[in-house]
């Protein structure tokens, strides 16, 4: 965080702004939770008397991501850890930046664009991609279960792709164009998305489950 984006953080604790739950990303803020942020408009009024040229969005889609996602960051990430996020333009790398940006208020925690042996990766492997490795697994006849990386955290495991598309798209965020995947396993999945309401989310409690009980 530099200089400027500390002073803004104090003009919003200042009015009486929650800034564990907003995002400052690039001269934007963008609301985690409405409600506890208590990012009121007469609040937001009194913000750009100050700083007119920073835009505050209060994005739905954003909102339910951030609520998903808080679930697993709470379990995942300590006090005063030091995150290793890429640089690259990829939709679900600008949502890691974004998610965990106040994460540096309520855990102190440090996010760096560079690896040492200090730093924890944070993984952007969203939900899809984890029932996309299930159903790999399960045609390739190995046993279905998870695989995590050591010193890695996967913030967003239980947030789907089309939600992070759909919110990268109402941004004016740039960023690289995503890729359609396209081999049996993906049309396993889209068969199965078609027929099964959130079965990527069924599929992967299910694997946890799974992994949680086994017999040793």
């Known amino acids: 965080m530099n200089d400027k984006e500390r002073i803004i953080i104090k003009k919003l604790n200042k009015i009486g702004v929650d800034t564990r739950y907003i995002s400052l990303y690039n001269n934007k803020i963008y609301i985690n939770n ?15 008397k100050e700083y007119p ?4 969005i209060r994005s739905k889609i954003f909102q339910k991501i951030c609520i998903k996602a808080s679930r697993t960051i709470k379990n995942q990430v300590k006090p005063r850890d030091k995150i290793y996020i890429s640089d690259d333009l990829a939709p679900e790398n600008i949502l890691l ?51 995590y990386e050591e010193n890695t955290i ?36 889209n068969f199965l998305e078609k027929h099964i309401p959130n079965v990527n989310e069924s599929i992967k409690q299910s694997v946890t489950y799974l992994d949680d009980n086994a017999i040793e």
């Not at 409405?34 to 750009?48: A, D, G, P, T, Y």
């Not at 947030?159 to 396993?185: C, F, G, K, L, R």
């Open 34 to 48: 409405l409600k506890f942020s208590k990012f009121s408009r007469n609040k937001e009024e009194k913000f750009h």
């Open 53 to 56: 040229e920073i835009e505050v």
């Open 97 to 147: 930046h974004v998610l965990l940006e106040p994460y540096q208020r309520k855990y102190g925690i440090t996010i760096t664009s560079k690896k040492d042996n200090d730093t924890i990766n944070a993984k952007p492997k969203y939900l899809d991609k984890f029932a996309l490795e299930y159903i790999n697994l399960m045609i390739s006849g190995n046993k279905i279960t998870n695989h």
């Open 154 to 189: 996967y913030p967003l495991m239980h947030v789907s792709y089309q939600w992070i598309i759909d919110w990268i798209n109402s941004t004016d965020i740039q960023h690289t164009q995503p890729q359609q995947e396209n081999d049996t396993a993906a049309d396993i999945l």
